[in-house]
């Protein structure tokens, strides 16, 4: 698999361009989003330097699928919303803007947060596609 292209999640990582630093360990670090939807609008990502989340390894998505519920606890807590979405873009098409794999916690206050059209259809051919998903993952 080819090598993903240097981002400014990079820079951030280096400590070569300035951000509100949340949490860090090892493997991710979470840090305030520059634009946010809401107030208490984080993200956090993987010091691993993948674009999409197909490409990382065990390691540094356990880290990220431990570090979520903690931030999002703590995020909840600051900005006083019950409610939020974890958001995670995946290529261009898919509104991914920095191609360095990333999870937005985004507090849903009032009509703050993250806006959504969801344009849904019928499923309809569940068991070839859940066979056709399962062999896949086999
Ligand atoms: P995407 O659309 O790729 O899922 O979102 C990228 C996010 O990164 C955006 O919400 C944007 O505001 C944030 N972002 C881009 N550049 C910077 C930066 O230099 N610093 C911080 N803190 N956030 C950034």
């Not at 820079?11 to 989003?33: K, M, N, Q, T």
């Not at 606890?73 to 261009?92: H, I, K, T």
């Not at 009032?110 to 070839?128: F, S, V």
Request: net charge negative.
């Amino acid at each position: 698999m080819a090598a993903s292209s240097s981002t400014i999640f990079d820079s951030i990582l280096a400590g070569d361009i300035p951000c509100e630093r949340i949490f860090e360990d090892e493997h991710v670090l979470a840090f305030l989003d520059i634009q946010p939807l809401s107030r208490g609008h984080v993200l956090l990502i993987p010091k691993q330097r993948a674009a999409k989340l197909h490409e990382l390894d065990e390691a540094h998505a356990a880290a990220l699928g431990r570090a979520l519920p903690r931030l999002a606890r703590a995020v909840m807590q600051v900005s006083g919303c019950e409610d939020y979405n974890v958001l995670q873009n995946n290529g261009a098409p898919a509104h991914q803007a920095v191609m360095h794999v990333h999870f937005h916690i985004i507090p849903k206050c009032a009509h703050k947060g993250l806006e959504l059209i969801w344009n849904t259809e019928n499923l309809k051919d569940g068991p070839e596609l859940g066979s056709a998903i399962r062999a896949a993952l086999a």
